[in-house]
């Protein structure tokens, strides 16, 4: 782990990873507790240097998952955003206490456009600002990054003197955000050499940038300023973020390592945890990848025309710049059948990265023989729908405890039986509705009434083959909070009721939780 300061005078790039709180601002892609917990450890494991975990002011469920990640995390430092106020500043501090390495990230905007409408401040006052919250946030804590939110369209004069002081008042870290994916790359990279060629005390700090991609220059832009001495990138995984996301950490890491040639800078990623953290992160938010998202989308690796397939076989190099294997994607390898013993298994979920105590490796083994029963082949893939189906059901109030769907031309109109468990007690019905799907929700919403809009309802087949678990995914709106639930089967409608189940639990946890609303960044 390095953020020190020698990092400015060395080629290692400091990977700052904002999935937990940019991303998380995106809109449906909420998190719970447990969610963003597995998430930190993936991103710890694969040697993120920076984790920003949240907003801990925003809402207590920020408060909660920033400490609760500040308390687990070892390697990582743990960072929390808070706004230029001692009440934002305090809580951050209070947030990441228990972190070995906790970083406060204190922000202000100090565009003319931010500052006159947003703010409604006068650059003076801004200025002021800045002093006092990195002075605070620096009595609180050694690391203490600053930002100035919408900095790329900041006048050069008030800039310089911000970052100035930024780092007189202790600031270790300095970020300048493209905050609205404006920049293009060479505009960008001048920027960040007019810091270093006028600020004098710039070499006390690290530079960083945090590139917005609503231009899809994100990743460009995070790079170009690589090239001119940034030594932190902001990036979540699969990019995502507010409005077109964040520079995407995978293509920072790869772009890096496959072109050293051109781009001679390091980071302390190992990139093989790059698809498992992308899967990760897309089952929780329900945030599909787009098929052809470079590194990470199911056609990345793929060769479809003749002429590419020939190539391909007579080297590999002909089409292909790295290698699946070094994002993680190993050749989709044929698993255990229905005779493999539990110790094959529990070595495959090692293997496949997880980490499971007796009970959990007991439950999954179970659900895995079921499957095999069910199906031919069982794939990594498989393995991994269903471990990750495992875990998101912990202490549900609402269970599916059985379910009948009739449909097809000749039954009209699709109709579903379906019993639930309700906080022990058990309900059933049957309902009515446009499809099978509808039917059957219809009938979740007779046992269990609920004012919860659904947003999203999304299949999704884990492999190749008519007998491939459906992974599901439910997204449900109350009062402005979103949950996602999720759930895999082989039948796609019992995986649908699971995922609609699995969402209502999770609302159940956040009513009883009813936290503030939540700001954003
Ligand atoms: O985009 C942005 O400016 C931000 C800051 C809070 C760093 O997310
Ligand atoms: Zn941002």
Redesign the pocket.
């Known amino acids: 782990m390095n953020t020190d300061m020698s990092k400015t005078q060395t080629n290692n790039i400091v990977i700052f990873d904002?999935t937990l709180?940019?991303g998380e601002q995106s809109p449906g892609a909420s998190m719970n507790l447990d969610e963003k917990l597995r998430i930190a450890q993936v991103l710890e494991a694969m040697g993120v240097d920076v984790i920003e975990a949240g907003f801990p002011i925003a809402s207590d469920g920020d408060f909660e998952a920033v400490s609760e990640i500040a308390r687990i995390i070892r390697n990582s430092t743990v960072c929390g955003?808070a706004r230029a106020t001692r009440g934002d500043i305090e809580r951050c501090a209070d947030a990441i206490k228990a972190a070995p390495r906790g970083r406060i990230?204190t922000?202000i905007s100090t565009s003319p456009l931010h500052m006159e409408f947003k703010l409604q401040m006068e650059p003076d006052a801004v200025y002021e600002k800045v002093k006092e919250s990195v002075t605070l946030a620096r009595n609180l804590c050694d690391d203490v990054e600053w930002?100035a939110?919408?900095?790329s369209r900041t006048e050069h004069d008030f800039l310089c003197r911000c970052v100035e002081a930024a780092i007189d008042c202790g600031a270790t870290t300095i970020?300048i955000?493209?905050?609205v994916g404006y920049a293009v790359p060479d505009e960008y990279a001048d920027l960040i050499s007019m810091l270093f060629n006028r600020v004098p005390n710039i070499d006390k700090a690290i530079i960083s940038v945090?590139c917005?991609n609503d231009l899809g220059l994100a990743v460009a832009n995070s790079l170009a300023a690589v090239q001119v001495g940034a030594r932190q990138v902001?990036c979540t995984i699969n990019g995502l973020g507010?409005r077109a996301g964040?520079a995407a950490m995978e293509e920072i890491v790869m772009a890096l390592k496959t072109r050293a040639d051109h781009v001679p800078f390091t980071t302390g990623i190992d990139s093989t945890h790059i698809a498992k953290a992308s899967r990760l992160v897309s089952t929780i938010t329900g945030f599909n990848i787009q098929p052809n998202k470079a590194i990470v989308g199911a056609n990345a690796f793929a060769h479809e025309s003749g002429i590419h397939q020939d190539g391909m076989l007579k080297h590999a190099g002909t089409y292909e710049i790295m290698t699946p294997e070094s994002v993680g994607l190993g050749k989709s390898t044929l698993v255990l059948g229905k005779h493999s013993g539990k110790h094959a298994f529990s070595e495959k979920l090692q293997a496949l990265g997880y980490d499971l105590g007796d009970n959990a490796i007991k439950d999954a083994f179970k659900r895995f023989k079921d499957l095999a029963d069910l199906k031919k082949e069982v794939f990594d893939e498989d393995i991994i729908a269903l471990v990750d189906d495992e875990v998101v059901r912990v202490n549900d109030r609402i269970r599916l405890t059985s379910l009948e769907i009739n449909c097809g031309t000749v039954h009209y109109p699709p109709k579903a039986c379906l019993a639930l468990e309700v906080d022990g007690e058990s309900k059933d019905c049957c309902s009515t509705g446009d499809g099978p799907v509808d039917a059957a929700f219809n009938c979740i919403k007779e046992l269990f009434p609920h004012s919860a809009h659904l947003q999203l309802y999304q299949v999704h087949a884990v492999t190749g083959g008519t007998d491939a678990q459906a992974e599901v995914t439910v997204r449900l709106e109350e009062g402005g909070k979103t949950v996602n639930g999720q759930s895999a089967d082989t039948d796609t409608m019992v995986a649908s009721v699971k995922a609609y189940i699995n969402a209502l639990n999770k609302l159940l946890v956040k009513r009883e939780k009813s936290a503030p609303s939540a700001l954003s960044?």
């Open positions: 904002t709180r940019d955003l990230h922000f930002s939110e919408d900095g970020n955000p493209d905050t945090h917005h902001e507010e964040n960044a």
